[in-house]
Each structure stands twice: as structure tokens, then as C-alpha cells.
């Protein structure tokens, strides 16, 4: 199950965020062990208002964080351990986690970046969604918090794993009193001989938004499968920033984020 081909991925800054001046607050981060027994996607969207000032360096700390967590986990476990692991601390012990390391490791930013200092801590400047999947032999595990998609592709047909969660037009964001509870998750067992999809595709709303539809999403989302089908990660790889720049000038205007993981099955 396990890819050899690695996951890829784009991050552009969104056309109306070059028109205004601001910078991209998306983040991306793919990694894996030394044996590659897992694959892992993390991927953020500062929230950009001017509330959340620092939002951009929200995101990659929140990348950085849920990459220390999961990275752990897979250092003292075997897969199936860290699968078992994951599946049954996924709604209390995992995301609660991942807040504490969330918030302790902005705290040190902010204050290595001798920022102004007030009570209680403003973690409201820093701002965040997250999303996480992770592959590896035996299961598939996901992870939401905020918006943003995860999808998958099984002989063809993309669905979502994990789709965007608004209420209204807030946000549930790591920078919450006890964020952990916002957070959603999907633990999928993949057993030895198990056909499994063909592809993962995570992405921050940027790129959902600039459809008119969920059709037209996973229409798109299908295009970019049978492009890699057809020409290879080589030539996916080379023009995703083009798309994406494409689809947000067009669209959302929104930065976009979009990570690519082919799994052993893609022929």
C-alpha cells in the first residue's frame, strides 16, 4: 500500500492576496520515516484577517506541529501499533495533542520574535486550520480541523474522505479554548490484499472555492488523476503552480494549497 512514488505538492499565493499586498498563509509539509513506511500530508490556512495577524506563521507552525506528533508516534511504534494507536486515540488524547504542541511551540515563536506580550496569550493571531492524511501499510488516517478537503480516488471516481466543516462563515481554528473538540478524523483499515484507492489529494478551501460546484471540484479533481495517469507525476508536478495560480485568479482569489500522494495501486 505504502507508495513507492512520494507525494508532491504546490503552494501559490492567492490573486487577490497579490493584489493586496499580503502574503500567503498557507502551508504545506510532506514527510515520511527513513524506511518509508509512511507517507504524511500536512497541510494549514492562516485565516488572513486582520485579527490574525501573524496567521501565515500560524500555519506553518501548525504543519510543524502535527509533523512532530505523527513523526513520533511512527519513531515508537510499528505501523500496526501506530495504527491501533491512532484509531483509538483519535478523538481525545491525538488532537488535544496536537493543540498543546500547537500552542506551546507559537508561544516560543512569538516570543523569539520579541513580539508584544499580553494576558491571556493571543493565539488568536496566529490563527489556523489543519489538515492531516497519512498512508501507510494497514490503514488510512485523516485529519480536519476547520476547512479544507481530503479526497480520495477509487477507479476513477474522486469522493471526499473528509469534507469542508462551516458553521456560517466561521471557522473552527487551532487558535480556540480547547480547539482538540473541533477537530474530525477518519481511521480506514487497508488489510494485505485490500484494494485501495489510487490516489490522495489534500487542499486548503482556496481551491474547492473557485467552483461553482462540488461536481465541479471532483471534476477537477479527476483531472488532475487522469493527467497523472497519462503523463506521469513529472509533467503533474510541473504545471500544478500554473493551475492553481490559474484557478484562483479565476475563482476564489484565495491562496491554494494542493498535495498529491499516487498510491502503489495507480497504473
Same mark, same amino acid.
Given at each position: 500500500?505504502?507508495?513507492?512514488?512520494?507525494?508532491?505538492?504546490?503552494?501559490?499565493?492567492?490573486?487577490?492576496?497579490?493584489?493586496?499586498?499580503?502574503?500567503?498563509?498557507?502551508?504545506?509539509?510532506?514527510?515520511?520515516?527513513?524506511?518509508?513506511?509512511?507517507?504524511?500530508?500536512?497541510?494549514?490556512?492562516?485565516?488572513?484577517?486582520?485579527?490574525?495577524?501573524?496567521?501565515?506563521?500560524?500555519?506553518?507552525?501548525?504543519?510543524?506541529?502535527?509533523?512532530?506528533?505523527?513523526?513520533?508516534?511512527?519513531?515508537?511504534?510499528?505501523?500496526?501499533?501506530?495504527?491501533?494507536?491512532?484509531?483509538?486515540?483519535?478523538?481525545?488524547?491525538?488532537?488535544?495533542?496536537?493543540?498543546?504542541?500547537?500552542?506551546?511551540?507559537?508561544?516560543?515563536?512569538?516570543?523569539?520574535?520579541?513580539?508584544?506580550?499580553?494576558?491571556?496569550?493571543?493565539?488568536?493571531?496566529?490563527?489556523?486550520?489543519?489538515?492531516?492524511?497519512?498512508? @501507510?501499510?494497514?490503514? $488510512?488516517?485523516?485529519?480536519? %480541523?476547520?476547512? /479544507?478537503? !481530503? #479526497?480520495?480516488?477509487?477507479?476513477?471516481?474522486?469522493?471526499?474522505?473528509?469534507?469542508?466543516?462551516?458553521?456560517?462563515?466561521?471557522?473552527?481554528?487551532?487558535?480556540?479554548?480547547?480547539?482538540?473538540?473541533?477537530?474530525?478524523?477518519?481511521?480506514?483499515?487497508?488489510?494485505?490484499?485490500?484494494?485501495?484507492?489510487?490516489?490522495?489529494?489534500?487542499?486548503?478551501?482556496?481551491?474547492?472555492?473557485?467552483?461553482?460546484?462540488?461536481?465541479?471540484?471532483?471534476?477537477?479533481?479527476?483531472?488532475?488523476?487522469?493527467?497523472?495517469?497519462?503523463?506521469?507525476?513529472?509533467?503533474?508536478?510541473?504545471?500544478?503552480?500554473?493551475?492553481?495560480?490559474?484557478?484562483?485568479?479565476?475563482? @476564489?482569489?484565495?491562496? $491554494?494549497?494542493?498535495?498529491? %500522494?499516487?498510491? /502503489?495501486? !495507480? #497504473?
Amino acid at each position: 500500500m505504502v507508495n513507492p512514488q512520494a507525494a508532491f505538492g504546490a503552494k501559490v499565493r492567492g490573486a487577490a492576496h497579490i493584489k493586496n499586498g499580503k502574503p500567503c498563509q498557507d502551508a504545506l509539509l510532506i514527510s515520511t520515516d527513513e524506511e518509508k513506511r509512511y507517507f504524511a500530508v500536512y497541510v494549514a490556512d492562516g485565516h488572513g484577517s486582520a485579527q490574525c495577524a501573524y496567521s501565515d506563521d500560524g500555519a506553518q507552525v501548525a504543519v510543524e506541529s502535527a509533523h512532530s506528533v505523527f513523526y513520533s508516534i511512527f519513531c515508537e511504534n510499528t505501523p500496526a501499533e501506530a495504527g491501533e494507536l491512532l484509531n483509538a486515540h483519535k478523538d481525545i488524547w491525538l488532537p488535544k495533542k496536537i493543540e498543546s504542541e500547537w500552542k506551546e511551540r507559537v508561544k516560543k515563536f512569538h516570543s523569539d520574535k520579541e513580539r508584544m506580550l499580553s494576558e491571556p496569550f493571543p493565539f488568536l493571531l496566529y490563527g489556523s486550520t489543519l489538515l492531516v492524511l497519512i498512508v @501507510s501499510d494497514g490503514f $488510512i488516517f485523516s485529519m480536519q %480541523l476547520g476547512d /479544507g478537503d !481530503i #479526497v480520495s480516488i477509487s477507479d476513477g471516481k474522486a469522493d471526499w474522505i473528509l469534507k469542508p466543516e462551516r458553521v456560517g462563515v466561521y471557522v473552527h481554528s487551532l487558535c480556540l479554548e480547547n480547539s482538540w473538540q473541533y477537530f474530525r478524523s477518519v481511521w480506514t483499515p487497508q488489510p494485505e490484499g485490500t484494494e485501495s484507492p489510487e490516489m490522495f489529494l489534500v487542499s486548503t478551501d482556496g481551491y474547492s472555492d473557485c467552483f461553482l460546484s462540488d461536481a465541479g471540484f471532483l471534476q477537477a479533481v479527476t483531472d488532475i488523476h487522469h493527467l497523472f495517469k497519462s503523463s506521469g507525476k513529472e509533467a503533474t508536478e510541473e504545471q500544478l503552480a500554473h493551475w492553481l495560480e490559474e484557478s484562483s485568479a479565476a475563482g @476564489s482569489g484565495d491562496d $491554494i494549497t494542493l498535495a498529491i %500522494l499516487p498510491s /502503489g495501486n !495507480i #497504473v
